[in-house]
């Protein structure tokens, strides 16, 4: 049928080429609209002064550690799992002194630009450069997504790295070496790229020499054996990651079993995507399928791909969040984008104009949906809170007496949140800023070993380790006590267990307020 003639003859055909509307000559625009949005990215930076989020402040402690020849701990109180990538960008950011974890942050908002690019690719390649361009849309206006990035999460270059791998494999089936580089670095970032790097592999050696099946398969296994070689020489155990994490994903309560996967997924995606794109990604994956099957193979195979990593992770014992289904989540976007923008693979005729007229259609119920869903000013906040929340701790632990209080002990704040912010800012060693929550299990520990109680499995509990329990000691007789004083703050970085103790929340006895600024009060004791 006419309508539904492609205007991309399939390859082989010898039909004669239409001349390209302008939805198919869209790269110059594509072009200008991205320089613009970069423009809008570095005015974003400076008018919302961002920091790290608690992982990445981590990786950058580690990298510092490492600059200053310090060995590295990674076992603490819900410390973050390493990642060895993030450890190398850690340390050669201490070049940058003070100015490190603001670097940090326009690297992952560099990174997400080179993901927005990514996914225009992915989509034009897949179809048209509307599609394309509606792609990188969604990706911008999926708030989780640039929210991630101007928090400083590492998932935003691991995503970068998926999709330009992607899309490399796609300009050039079996690519091999440079394919295999990308997903190599990627499991630096995150373990889900071994089992990408493992599949690929399968891919690539099927039709390959010896030699390079040699090649593939070191590229391939690089990212675990790096990652366990930086385990074994920092803990003497080079599955200490997977176990720890696992152990901290059952303290953390992200564990799921496998039954409940299946069930868990749809909400995910719709959590990141939200429903009306979740609902075109399927529409879109039809037409799709149904208009040139092979251009649709690549966001298939990223979405089928992200899909196995999640329910390997999760079947491992690793955290089962939403967050990790950000990548196979790309795909819905540009299947998505092809419900949208699908038209335009089609020559003129009724079939397309009427698909045309109901994407229309489409985006005008899909931004009022947006629309009375939306609260921007919860994001301003959210974005502005990072910024004065790091302004405040800093004068906090900027102030003479505090200084002063540091020299009698160590620095406390209520729980983990605001542990690798704190050491950053002060410029302290590990070990010197403590959670009064692990204070209050250490001691806890102890009472109950002394008592001969028992745990859940019937063991009887032991007594913590000597160094731990004086640790705990020493935070009660001097040193800095952080208190969070707003309720705003209180949620986010006092606040993460109902069943943690209410005092916490309060400086241990004796100690005096010295400061107080809008989220945080000082108390020292000497």
């Not at 953390?252 to 990141?272: M, V």
């Not at 967050?323 to 984008?337: E, K, S, T």
Request: hydrophobic fraction near 50%.
């Amino acid at each position: 049928m006419e309508g539904s003639t492609l205007t991309r003859p399939e390859p082989g055909s010898t039909s004669a080429r239409p001349e390209p509307s302008i939805w198919e000559r869209g790269d110059r625009v594509a072009k200008i609209a991205f320089a613009l949005l970069c423009v809008g990215f570095v005015v974003g930076f400076f008018v919302f002064p961002t920091y790290p989020v608690y992982d990445s402040y981590y990786s950058l402690l580690w990298g510092r550690d490492l600059w200053h020849g310090d060995g590295l701990v990674f076992d603490g109180f819900r410390y973050p799992t390493q990642h060895p990538l993030t450890i190398a960008a850690g340390f050669f950011l201490q070049f940058f002194g003070e100015w490190a974890d603001r670097l940090w942050v326009a690297l992952i908002l560099a990174s997400f630009l080179v993901l927005v690019a990514g996914l225009y690719r992915l989509g034009k390649i897949a179809a048209t450069p509307l599609v394309g361009a509606i792609a990188a849309g969604l990706l911008l206006t999926r708030f989780d997504y640039p929210f991630l990035a101007a928090r400083g999460y590492l998932d935003i270059p691991y995503m970068a790295l998926i999709v330009w791998a992607a899309i490399l494999e796609w300009q050039r089936p079996r690519r091999g070496i440079s394919v295999l580089v990308m997903l190599s670095l990627a499991g630096l970032l995150r373990p889900e790229a071994w089992f990408l790097a493992a599949m690929y592999w399968c891919w690539v050696a099927w039709k390959a020499t010896w030699r390079q099946r040699f090649i593939y398969a070191a590229l391939a296994a690089s990212g675990p054996l790096i990652w366990c070689a930086v385990d074994y020489v920092v803990t003497g155990d080079p599955m200490f990651s997977l176990n720890y994490t696992s152990a901290s994903a059952e303290d953390l309560g992200r564990q799921r079993p496998l039954s409940e996967l299946p069930s868990a997924i749809p909400g995910f995606f719709q959590n990141l995507v939200k429903l009306p794109v979740f609902v075109a990604a399927g529409v879109g994956l039809v037409l799709g399928v149904v208009i040139s099957p092979r251009r649709m193979l690549m966001p298939i195979v990223v979405l089928v791909a992200g899909l196995i990593t999640f329910v390997v992770l999760g079947v491992a014992g690793a955290s089962v969040i939403e967050r990790y289904l950000a990548v196979p989540a790309l795909a819905l976007m540009v299947l998505a984008a092809v419900a949208i923008g699908g038209w335009t693979m089609l020559l003129p005729g009724w079939v397309r104009t009427t698909w045309m007229v109901g994407a229309v259609a489409l985006v005008i119920l899909g931004v009022g949906f947006t629309a009375t869903r939306l609260n921007l000013a919860r994001f301003d906040n959210e974005l502005r809170f990072r910024g004065q929340a790091h302004e405040d701790l800093t004068e906090v632990l900027s102030d003479p007496q505090v200084k002063a209080g540091l020299r009698c002990g160590p620095l406390t704040g209520p729980n983990h949140k605001i542990v690798p912010d704190a050491r950053w800012i002060a410029g302290t060693a590990e070990g010197t800023v403590l959670a009064r929550e692990w204070v209050d299990r250490i001691e806890r520990q102890q009472r109950d070993a002394d008592a001969g109680k028992k745990n859940s499995k019937g063991e009887k509990i032991v007594h913590p380790d000597p160094e731990d329990l004086a640790r705990a000691k020493a935070s009660h007789e001097g040193g800095v006590a952080i208190v969070v004083t707003s309720r705003f703050a209180i949620f986010k970085h006092a606040w993460s267990d109902r069943a943690d103790n209410p005092l916490i929340q309060v400086p241990p006895e004796g100690f005096k307020r010295v400061k107080t600024t809008r989220f945080y009060a000082a108390y020292v004791r000497c």
